[in-house]
């Protein structure tokens, strides 16, 4: 890095300390003056020496610039190189990585808020404090089951119990807390279906508060398949719209039922919208039938030209997309049906691997209070709180597999 340094700027910029350089061609030609950081060992993001270039935003300049350090020998950074050499050199653990790729990601800035949370280490914070406690039980069984001379009887001892039920409470909190921290990651996706003319995009269009969609009396207006990113008070929903069901001979409306089916099934919940004036209970429940597994909630639309007044009532909402009203009780039925609830100021972002490890550890941990209580297999219990700790170990990254590791920063952008 020192030669790259001399080569490009003449020498190494003094530690910490912005300096402004001409970045130089190697026949001594000024590509671009711009500023050089130095951040040497190992006080920098990755804990190895680092040198910032700031240049000019000119792609060309840019080009430039990178093709002149390639020719003195540095290389191109895989994707999610420098989070990756962050964390192997203890600077961040892998949930505190991965926040890094959420925090650049965020769609809502209650997501962003969460991911900076968990990168500064909350998060990470909460699950230590759990491995912790699984430590001390294990410690104190262990000792039990090591040291029979000292007459430890913790079989019938109540406060273990308690302790461990305490544990399980504490694991029942933080899954709670985790599961609000995936819906902040990876949002809700609605699926917009229904006969023609239900008023489809009209509703698209009255949520993203624009003109997304196209919006005609004529029947399959609609074609293709639309999206359009939400902020319902924090939460992040992809809201899809998709051609009107119906039969046709429309080659191009043949394609856009199809795609309107597949985007069915990768629904976490679909809004099945229905003209209130033209009720079609037998297409509903064929669609309903069409769609094992998948939550459907039916929209009633067009109240506005009906008796029928806004709400909702178990899964119907009665609503008007031409003049929004039941707009506010259809946002507080997606937020209710995904789970999702105002955060606080400790919120932080969470991944389904990390729900995954969570589960595991909570597992084991109930099948040694079971084992305990019913057997009194004081052994079964310290195995089962050695495997429950090492699963949370998987959400930091201190018991990781090369393989893990290789997935997880393969998703990152370029560089980070």
Same mark, same amino acid.
């Given at each position: 890095?020192?030669?790259?340094? !001399?080569?490009?700027?003449?020498?190494?910029?003094?530690?910490?300390? @912005?300096?402004?350089?001409?970045?130089?061609?190697?026949?001594?030609? !000024?590509?671009?003056?711009?500023?050089?950081?130095?951040?040497?060992?190992?006080?920098?993001?990755?804990?190895?020496?680092?040198?910032?270039?700031?240049?000019?935003?000119?792609?060309?300049?840019?080009? /430039?610039?990178?093709?002149?350090? =390639?020719?003195?020998?540095?290389? /191109?950074?895989?994707?999610?190189?420098?989070?990756?050499?962050?964390?192997?050199?203890?600077?961040?653990?892998?949930?505190?990585?991965?926040?890094?790729?959420?925090?650049? $990601?965020?769609?809502?800035?209650?997501?962003?808020?969460?991911?900076?949370?968990?990168?500064?280490?909350?998060?990470?914070?909460?699950?230590?404090?759990?491995?912790?406690?699984?430590?001390?039980?294990?410690?104190?069984?262990?000792?039990? /089951?090591?040291?029979?001379?000292?007459?430890?009887?913790? +079989?019938?001892?109540?406060?273990?119990?308690?302790?461990?039920?305490?544990?399980?409470?504490?694991?029942?909190?933080?899954?709670?807390? /985790?599961?609000?921290?995936?819906?902040?990651?990876?949002?809700?996706?609605?699926?917009?279906?229904?006969?023609?003319?239900?008023?489809?995009?009209?509703?698209?269009?009255?949520?993203?508060?624009?003109?997304?969609?196209?919006?005609?009396?004529?029947?399959?207006?609609?074609?293709?398949?639309?999206?359009?990113?939400?902020?319902?008070?924090?939460?992040?929903?992809?809201?899809? *719209?998709?051609?009107? !069901?119906?039969?046709?001979?429309?080659?191009?409306?043949?394609?856009?039922?199809?795609?309107?089916? $597949?985007?069915?099934?990768?629904?976490?919940?679909?809004?099945?919208?229905?003209?209130?004036?033209?009720?079609?209970?037998?297409?509903?429940?064929?669609?309903?039938?069409?769609?094992?597994?998948?939550?459907?909630?039916?929209?009633?639309?067009?109240?506005?030209?009906?008796?029928?007044?806004?709400?909702?009532? *178990?899964?119907?909402?009665? =609503?008007? @997309?031409?003049?929004?009203?039941?707009?506010?009780?259809?946002?507080?039925? +997606?937020?209710?049906?995904?789970?999702?609830?105002?955060?606080?100021?400790?919120?932080?972002?969470?991944?389904?691997?990390?729900?995954?490890?969570?589960?595991?550890?909570?597992?084991?941990?109930?099948?040694?209070?079971?084992?305990?209580?019913?057997?009194?297999?004081?052994?079964?219990?310290?195995?089962?709180?050695? +495997?429950?700790?090492?699963?949370?170990?998987?959400?930091?990254?201190?018991?990781?597999?090369?393989?893990?590791?290789?997935?997880?920063?393969?998703?990152?952008?370029?560089?980070?």
């Amino acid at each position: 890095m020192e030669q790259l340094a !001399i080569e490009l700027m003449g020498n190494l910029p003094r530690p910490r300390q @912005a300096s402004l350089r001409n970045f130089r061609q190697q026949d001594g030609s !000024i590509i671009d003056q711009g500023l050089g950081l130095y951040f040497p060992a190992p006080g920098s993001y990755t804990g190895e020496s680092v040198l910032e270039l700031h240049t000019h935003g000119s792609p060309v300049v840019v080009q /430039m610039l990178i093709r002149r350090c =390639l020719d003195l020998g540095a290389r /191109m950074a895989r994707p999610g190189e420098f989070s990756e050499r962050a964390f192997l050199s203890g600077q961040l653990d892998l949930a505190q990585a991965e926040a890094v790729a959420d925090l650049i $990601e965020s769609s809502t800035e209650i997501a962003a808020r969460s991911a900076l949370n968990a990168l500064r280490g909350e998060f990470s914070r909460q699950v230590h404090h759990l491995a912790d406690n699984l430590t001390r039980l294990r410690i104190y069984v262990e000792a039990a /089951m090591d040291f029979p001379e000292e007459e430890i009887d913790f +079989l019938a001892d109540q406060q273990i119990i308690q302790q461990l039920e305490d544990l399980q409470s504490e694991f029942a909190t933080l899954r709670r807390s /985790m599961g609000q921290g995936k819906l902040l990651r990876d949002g809700l996706r609605v699926v917009l279906t229904g006969v023609p003319n239900a008023g489809k995009s009209s509703l698209l269009n009255l949520l993203s508060r624009e003109q997304r969609a196209i919006v005609s009396d004529i029947p399959g207006t609609t074609r293709d398949v639309l999206e359009q990113y939400l902020d319902l008070d924090g939460l992040p929903v992809l809201l899809v *719209d998709t051609a009107g !069901i119906r039969h046709s001979t429309d080659a191009i409306e043949v394609e856009g039922v199809r795609r309107a089916r $597949e985007q069915q099934q990768q629904a976490d919940l679909v809004l099945l919208v229905t003209d209130i004036n033209q009720p079609d209970a037998e297409n509903a429940e064929k669609l309903r039938s069409e769609l094992p597994g998948v939550p459907v909630v039916t929209v009633y639309n067009k109240i506005d030209l009906s008796t029928k007044g806004a709400g909702v009532k *178990d899964d119907s909402i009665f =609503l008007s @997309a031409l003049t929004g009203e039941g707009l506010n009780g259809l946002v507080e039925y +997606l937020k209710t049906a995904a789970g999702y609830r105002a955060t606080d100021s400790s919120q932080f972002i969470a991944r389904q691997r990390h729900i995954d490890a969570l589960d595991r550890a909570k597992q084991h941990l109930d099948s040694g209070v079971d084992q305990l209580k019913q057997y009194h297999a004081g052994e079964l219990l310290a195995e089962e709180l050695k +495997l429950g700790h090492a699963a949370l170990g998987e959400i930091t990254g201190e018991v990781s597999s090369d393989d893990l590791l290789g997935l997880i920063f393969s998703t990152f952008c370029i560089g980070k």
